[in-house]
């Protein structure tokens, strides 16, 4: 059974920041394309960015220089590092693991950028 739970959300002020970590079981992430993707509210879900199984990683525009996504083998964890947050950040946010045409997702967690 694979298991994504993702953890670290929470509100933060303006120019703060937060690490969401997500943690799997059930696969190991290494060979996955790990992604976090957000939703805030009336908007589509997103790619905020992904890491490939070769360590390739991707970012969407408004983040990039802000966000950094990382992963553990050991630890069979995926981060997000999350700095100078911005209102436009908030959004519940979620872990997926993809292996096409299979992927997984984690229930998501709340990060909440207000002052």
């Known amino acids: 059974q694979v298991q994504l739970v993702e953890s670290g959300g929470g509100l933060v002020q303006p120019g703060g920041s937060l690490r969401l970590s997500c943690v799997a079981s059930?696969?190991?992430?290494?060979?996955?394309?790990m992604g976090w993707y957000r939703q805030g509210p009336g908007n589509p879900r997103e790619l905020v960015a992904d890491?490939?199984?070769?360590?390739?990683?991707n970012y969407l525009g408004s983040v990039k220089g802000r966000f950094t996504i990382s992963r553990d083998n050991a630890k069979n964890t995926v981060y997000l590092q999350m700095n100078s947050l911005k209102p436009e950040d908030t959004a519940v946010y979620y872990c997926?693991?993809?292996?096409?045409?299979?992927?997984?997702w984690g229930q998501g967690t709340q990060v909440t950028v207000s002052s």
């Open positions: 890491i490939t199984s070769a360590g390739n990683t």
């Open positions: 059930g696969i190991i992430v290494s060979s996955y394309t």
């Open positions: 997926r693991a993809a292996y096409p045409p299979v992927a997984y």
